[in-house]
């Protein structure tokens, strides 16, 4: 079955240390993008990529890093430049990069990140 | 001005009431909208998209008025597993979509 695969599940960090979040997909989308779930928020864009090798910032981008070298892979680098990461991390796939068409976006399960 | 604003409610209904509820969005350039369903510590699902006409899928129907900015969803003869918090899903410009807040919906028995 296609779909979205984010590791670990959970993820316990130390003030002051990077952390990588995994993100796979077997959907052939060109399009993926990493969200932030905060209790009582929206999700926040964190970064976006339309296409293999480029990438662009969403709207809450400091602290934070990601690669696109294949089309199946999108990882997160949570940075300690981040000043408050502890939140529930989500990445989504979308078969077409522009939200206008009205493909709507597919999410992984999540990775939900506590720093100590 | 938040892009997208929802009543958080929770809505508490008992089984096979009917539940409606509504979002408000700020840029009148959106094209596309969307329903997301999100169940506690899960990932978001797609619902439904909403056309501009209206429509429907089961007991569920999702309205859009462009011009007081808003979507709605309603929910009919709500069962036990319709409880979950509900995004409203807009898209503002071409790159990105804007998400609400959630409006927490409970069927109870």
């Known amino acids: 079955d296609g779909g979205i695969t984010q590791s670990p599940k959970y993820l316990f960090r130390k003030e002051g240390q990077n952390v990588t979040l995994s993100c796979e997909q077997n959907l052939n989308h060109d399009a993926m993008y990493w969200y932030r779930q905060d209790p009582g928020q929206g999700l926040r864009l964190i970064y976006y990529s339309q296409i293999v090798n480029d990438f662009q910032k969403g709207d809450i981008a400091e602290g934070y890093s990601v690669s696109r070298e294949k089309k199946e892979s999108f990882p997160l680098t949570v940075t300690s430049a981040q000043k408050n990461p502890t939140a529930f991390y989500l990445c989504?796939?979308?078969?077409?990069?522009?939200?206008?068409?009205?493909?709507?976006?597919?999410f992984g399960p999540g990775t939900r990140l506590t720093v100590l | 001005r938040k892009e997208v604003e929802q009543d958080p409610g929770p809505f508490n209904v008992p089984e096979g009431a009917t539940v409606a509820f509504n979002c408000t969005y700020s840029?009148?350039?959106?094209?596309?909208f969307f329903w997301y369903r999100q169940d506690c510590r899960k990932e978001p699902k797609l619902l439904m998209s909403v056309y501009s006409s209206g429509n429907e899928d089961g007991r569920f129907t999702a309205q859009l008025n462009r011009a007081s900015q808003y979507i709605s969803l309603l929910i009919r003869d709500s069962k036990l597993s319709d409880s979950a918090t509900y995004l409203c899903?807009?898209?503002?410009?071409?790159?990105?979509?804007?998400f609400g807040a959630g409006t927490t919906v409970t069927v109870r028995a």
């Open positions: 989504a796939s979308s078969i077409d990069p522009n939200p206008t068409s009205g493909r709507a976006m597919v």
């Open positions: 840029n009148s350039a959106s094209q596309s």
């Open positions: 899903v807009v898209n503002p410009n071409d790159y990105k979509l804007s």
